[in-house]
Every structure is written in structure tokens, then in C-alpha cells.
């Protein structure tokens, strides 16, 4: 039984949601290897080779994968899928674009969005924004997994001792053509990384008063900056900070919650926080149910008092 985690990469270093999914491989029992497939990615492979845990790491280099396009990694990973038991991915927005298509063309039931391991066939995953959890057992003889790296501790950069072992890049699809992108650049931490985060929601009223009120706070903590789903939709905020089951799926150390109000879907997006602080004037709001420290406050004076104080 050996499971194989595709890594994510930027070519010269490995993403942190491939350590999470690592850990998640090692709970599925047997060897773990990695495949890291990109364009003059030898740096990631040897960064791949020294995660704790790691018995082998394939590498698979070509400038067909300089991009991660989805088409041309699956290909890749079925070409070696037959000698896996488990493929994981990481349940983020790349790893959920190629592992449909691998489970698809292997013809077995892709489980998603996994947060625990309970043997090699049985794996629990939320359902209802959270508010359930449902126990899957898999009787495909391979097993397609997205994991949600919140709820797994990261495994050890360093300390591995994989082999790096090159194999041949399959044929590039004739489908698709990369043209380019747009990439947002922050100076801030990256959201789903980040140790602190402090959120925004509807209450802020404005984009003016959210960056006004948000950011001095963020300064002082070295934070990323996230929103709930109304302040995004309301133009508050960008799409790229929306923190919730539509957003992104955070766990940090600390998150700060300014004026959200706490719906089901933004606390399934980070309800797995350390520590959770909210800040309110409203006693009935949900967000003070699964906050550690709850304020209640009007948030106009509170956060310039706190980041006073800090």
C-alpha cells in the first residue's frame, strides 16, 4: 500500500498545503511518495525529498507543466496511478481542478474536502457548511482524496532522506494552451499561510471605513486581511480575502472577526482557528459561539482602542 501526494509548487520551493497532505498520506498507512511536476523544478524536488516522512519523490520535469495546467497533470498522474493505492491532493484551487479529472478517467469516486483519516478505506469529510460530519468508506482499489489542510498539523519540512527519482513527462494535451495571467500582488501575507488574520464584515459599512479601520490593526499584528462573504459581495472588500465556505479555508493562530456576524458559511471557513476573537455589539451574534474571547463592542471604537493599546 503507497499513497502518492501531488505536490504544489512554484518550482524553486514547496507550498506549505503539500506538508498537511503529507500528514494526511502518512494516516493512510504504507510509504508516501511525492510527485512534483513542473519546469525546471529540481529545487522543489529536493525540497520535496526532505519532508519528513517522504520515502521517494517523483520528479517529472518539462515546460508543459510550468503552470500547473490541470489537462497536462492529470495526464501525468494517471500515467503513474497504477502503482498507487491513495492520490492525494491538497483541497485547494489547483488540486481541486485536477483531481475530478483523474478520479473521472480512473472511474472511481473522488472524496473531498477529507479531515480525517480513520483507516486506509474509511475517511471523514464535512458536509452541511460544517454543521455534519460524514464517515466515507471507499471500496475502489484506488483511492482519489482532496484534503483540507486545516485539518491536518503540517509534517516537517526537513529531516526526510527521499530518493529524487526523474520520470519521463507525458505528451502535452493539444487541448489547451496557457496565455496568461493576472496575478494580485500583497504585501501582506498570503491568506490561507498566514499565522494571524483579521477579518471584516458587512458591518464596516464602506470600503473606506473597512481600510481605515482594518488595516492600522493589521499593521500592528503583522496580519492578512480576510472578509466576510457580505462585505466582499458589497464591495468592500476583494474577492481574493473572502474567508468561508465559498472562500477560502483558513486556520491560524489567531483570527480576528470585526462586525461579522457569523452565518454558517463563513465560520466553516475558519472555525478550525487556534484562537478566535470577536468583535460585536450584537450579544445574539453566532460568531460569539465558536469565539475564545468575544467582545461586545461597537467595533468604531473598540478596534482603534485595541490597536491603541497594542
Not at 495526464?75 to 485547494?92: E, G, K, M, N, R
Not at 491536518?152 to 532522506?161: H, K, L, M, R, S
Amino acid at each position: 500500500m503507497t499513497s502518492l501526494v501531488i505536490a504544489e509548487h512554484d518550482n524553486a520551493s514547496i507550498k506549505g498545503a503539500t506538508l498537511n497532505t503529507v500528514t494526511a498520506a502518512l494516516k493512510c498507512g504504507g510509504e508516501v511518495h511525492v510527485l512534483v511536476a513542473g519546469a525546471n523544478a529540481a529545487a522543489a524536488a529536493a525540497a520535496a525529498g526532505q519532508i519528513a516522512g517522504v520515502s521517494k519523490v517523483l520528479h517529472a520535469d518539462h515546460a508543459q507543466f510550468a503552470h500547473g495546467l490541470a489537462e497536462n497533470m492529470s495526464a501525468q498522474v494517471l500515467a503513474l496511478a497504477s502503482s498507487y493505492s491513495h492520490i492525494l491532493f491538497p483541497a485547494t484551487a489547483s488540486g481541486k481542478n485536477i483531481a475530478p479529472r483523474v478520479a473521472a478517467k480512473l472511474d472511481v469516486a473522488q472524496i473531498s474536502d477529507v479531515t480525517k483519516v480513520d483507516s486506509p478505506d474509511t475517511f471523514e469529510r464535512p458536509i452541511y457548511a460544517g454543521n455534519a460530519i460524514a464517515i466515507v468508506q471507499s471500496a475502489d482499489a484506488i483511492k482519489v482524496l482532496t484534503v483540507r489542510t486545516t485539518g491536518f498539523d503540517a509534517a516537517a519540512a526537513t529531516g526526510g532522506t527521499a530518493a529524487v527519482e526523474s520520470v519521463t513527462a507525458v505528451a502535452v494535451s493539444a487541448k489547451v494552451t496557457f496565455m496568461g495571467s493576472e496575478i494580485a500582488k500583497n504585501d501582506r501575507p498570503e491568506l490561507t499561510a498566514a499565522k494571524i488574520i483579521v477579518s471584516g464584515g458587512r458591518a464596516l459599512g464602506s470600503n473606506e471605513k473597512f481600510m481605515q479601520v482594518m488595516t492600522p490593526l493589521a499593521d500592528k499584528l503583522g496580519a492578512a486581511m480576510g472578509a466576510s462573504r457580505a462585505a466582499v459581495d458589497a464591495g468592500y472588500a476583494p474577492n481574493d480575502w473572502q474567508v468561508g465556505q465559498t472562500g477560502k479555508i483558513v486556520a491560524p493562530q489567531l483570527y480576528i472577526a470585526v462586525g461579522i456576524s457569523g452565518a454558517i458559511q463563513h465560520l466553516a471557513g475558519m472555525k478550525d482557528s487556534k484562537v478566535i476573537v470577536a468583535i460585536n455589539k450584537d450579544p445574539e451574534a453566532p460568531i460569539f459561539s465558536v469565539a475564545d474571547y468575544g467582545l461586545e463592542a461597537d467595533l468604531f471604537a473598540a478596534v482603534p482602542e485595541l490597536v491603541a493599546a497594542l
